[in-house]
């Protein structure tokens, strides 16, 4: 059974923005703190940034300044708004619930000219 599906993954140009989303209504979703992890080819699954269940955020230092994670309790969605993005955050993004061994499926990020 799939708990969280992504979505929003594209390819985008050096210093364009997405923003993926993750549909966590599937499970009880005020109880968990709620990451997003990348996993770019040849590398491991590396930390973005996670959010509380109360809403505070943490970010990896690669990403900080230019990334933002929120959460809408009432869409039970985790959301990654992503600005100047460049090269090296092309990877897989996934959705994950901590505390827990449920991840998302993924959803491919390109950032290419």
Same mark, same amino acid.
């Given at each position: ?15 364009? %923005?997405? /923003? ?9 979703? +005020? ?20 959010? +509380? ?8 230092? +690669?990403?900080?300044? /230019?990334?933002?994670? +929120? ?40 950032? %290419?000219?």
């Amino acid at each position: 059974q799939i708990l969280l599906v992504e979505s929003g993954g594209d390819l985008v140009q050096p210093g364009g %923005s997405l /923003r993926l989303s993750c549909d966590a209504s599937r499970i009880q979703f +005020s109880r968990y703190d709620m990451a997003w992890y990348r996993q770019a080819p040849g590398k491991q699954r590396e930390f973005v940034a996670d959010i +509380s269940s109360g809403g505070r955020p943490t970010y990896a230092d +690669s990403v900080k300044g /230019r990334f933002t994670i +929120s959460r809408d309790r009432a869409k039970k969605t985790v959301d990654l708004q992503m600005n100047i993005l460049n090269p090296e955050d092309t990877a897989v993004y996934y959705c994950h619930m901590k505390g827990t061994t449920t991840w998302g499926q993924g959803t491919q990020v390109t950032v %290419s000219s």
